[in-house]
């Protein structure tokens, strides 16, 4: 759109846009290095919430692209401000792994399977029947029932996982609640993205590969969006939304100039 302001800051998802299947996409290194020589503020985010910052920096570095500890926002770093808003110094019980219970314990949360606030289920090879008969009972005694993101389904080398959402219903199915999403598309994870490197949605861009999670989350932030092809959405995918992306391009690989 002509009367677009220009684009000072940059919100970028990470796999399928700067990497697919551990192996860096090409274009992702020369963005990045532009964006740390501009000193534009920008953020990588993620939905899943295995992982800290730290080790998805470490992670990123080995594979050549350097995103420094302080551009990286995950579902479980925006799920951990949320509540920290909603109800400082609580408690909960958690399904998740290191990305998740590090986020609460950095926010001063008690970790409990005694009368939680909350069971806040996040990503984790390792569902267990056992944890998640103790999330159900604990929910319907009373916690309150958070989900990091609603991704029904993770990639791995060997195909799909069943991720977050879909266990999500799993427990949805056994107590009546449906948790609140805090990942994409909730444009809280956006917003509270923009916020910590002190953005404006007007002048921020997100890009993503996904419609339904990335181009959703930046369109109702109120951000421009850009599609890239080079992740899960494929040409005619688009067409099939009720919205569209401000721009589809290939790859991150023809965002280069713009930065």
């Given at each position: 759109m002509a009367d677009r302001k220009p684009i000072e800051s940059w919100l970028t998802d990470m796999d399928g846009v700067l990497i697919h299947e551990g192996v860096p996409i090409p274009g992702a290194d020369a963005?990045?290095?532009?964006?740390?020589?501009?000193?534009?503020?920008?953020?990588?985010?993620?939905?899943?919430s295995i992982y800290t910052a730290r080790d998805l920096h470490a992670r990123l570095r080995r594979m050549g692209l350097d995103v420094p500890v302080d551009n990286i926002w995950t579902s479980a770093l925006a799920t951990a401000q949320f509540l920290d808003d909603q109800r400082p110094g609580g408690s909960a019980y958690v399904i998740g792994e290191a990305g998740l219970t590090t986020a609460l314990h950095d926010i001063g949360y008690i970790l409990t399977d005694h009368e939680p606030d909350f069971v806040i289920l996040g990503e984790t090879r390792t569902y267990s029947f056992e944890a998640l008969t103790k999330a159900v009972r604990l929910i319907n005694d009373g916690a309150r029932f958070i989900a990091t993101n609603p991704d029904n389904v993770g990639p791995s080398t060997e195909g799909d996982l069943p991720a977050?959402?879909?266990?999500?219903?799993l427990i949805?199915?056994?107590?009546?609640?449906?948790?609140?999403?805090v990942g994409k598309p909730n444009p809280l994870m956006m917003r509270a993205g923009l916020n910590a490197i002190g953005a404006h949605s007007e002048t921020s861009a997100m890009i993503g590969d996904r419609m339904d999670t990335d181009v959703l989350a930046g369109l109702e932030a109120g951000m421009r969006t850009f599609l890239v092809l080079s992740g899960?959405?494929?040409?005619?995918?688009?067409d099939r939304y009720p919205f569209r992306p401000s721009e589809v391009v290939d790859s991150i690989a023809d965002l280069v100039d713009l930065v």
């Open positions: 963005f990045l290095k532009k964006l740390r020589d501009s000193g534009r503020p920008f953020l990588v985010l993620t939905n899943n977050t959402g879909s266990v999500a219903a949805t199915a056994a107590t009546g609640k449906k948790p609140y999403f899960v959405t494929q040409p005619v995918d688009v």
